[in-house]
């Protein structure tokens, strides 16, 4: 089994005929991380402004025969100055759009959530996997599989409607949310399906908006109609889920890799909550992988534009 890396030109040809966004991308130093910024200014998706020590920035270009000097770059000292100047950039307005390049996760998310600095907003941030399996009729949105370790039920209310706002950005007017769990029903030993029940009610209560919940779910009922019906779950999103929220980051991961390495899934991830949605891959992940979740994250920063400008 082959990866499509067709699964996302629906995002890539919609973002290319809106045109591109300022995308400020914080220390491009690798292969994959540069090229997956050059190929969306090819693509017409972003204007990168690459913010890296300016010899190594040099260096990469010239091993990969890249004219840098048609893009703006900024030079900094290191990967940290890299993060903290990527994100003044967003601050300031001159960026709709941040990337992250080959830096590690928790230098790059220091300076997005620094508390005087940084770009959070009164919602907690979290991440999107957003999921083109062969074998599932439509993509897969799986949260939060890389930012929130162990959330409580206020943080998965958040994660919630982070992931429900990006379906909302690519037309997905009102998606389901299957709530995953160990177990359908719920076990008062097991929080997981607490949260799931009480999220489902906060839905009910309007705390949760534009999508339909369900759960706890299984993995099994919540993807599969026959194994619903085969335990009498009656639900509207068993067997037809657009988002799965995993309990905690470690199942959420799991089965992302899982997805992407044992099924072939193509992969692109985004993350929520912040003043402008940021890409946030990892660091193996391949320039067609960056180049789908940069279309993904203009295509809701045009919608947050588009909402701006609303009277």
Known sequence: ????????????????????????????????????????????IATPILIAPKAKLARLGDELELDLSRYECIDVPHSHAAAERAVE???????????????????FMEAVLDKTAGIRTDRRLSHVFIMKVESYP?????????INIAPDLATKQDIAQNAIDLTHALGINRP??????????VNPKMPSTLDAAALCKMADRGQIRGAVLDGPLAFDNAISREAAATKGIVSP???????????DLEAGNMLAKQLSYLAAAATAGVVMGAKVPIVLTSRA???NGRLASTAIAALLAHRRRRQELAP
């Open 285 to 287: 992940e391949d320039a």
């Open 176 to 185: 389901k949310v299957a709530i995953l769990a160990a177990v359908e029903t």
């Open 1 to 44: 089994m082959t990866r499509d890396d067709h699964a996302f030109s629906d995002f890539i040809t919609a973002t290319t005929e809106l045109g591109p966004l300022p995308l400020a991308v914080a220390h491009p130093a690798s292969r994959e991380s540069l090229l997956g910024a050059i190929e969306a200014a090819e693509r017409g």
């Open 138 to 146: 439509r993509y897969l949105f799986i949260t939060d599989a890389a």
């Open 237 to 247: 999103v068993a067997g037809d889920p657009d988002i799965l929220l995993v309990p």
């Open 89 to 107: 950039l967003v601050r300031g307005g001159y960026a709709d759009l941040l990337m992250k390049g080959s830096l590690h996760t928790d230098e």
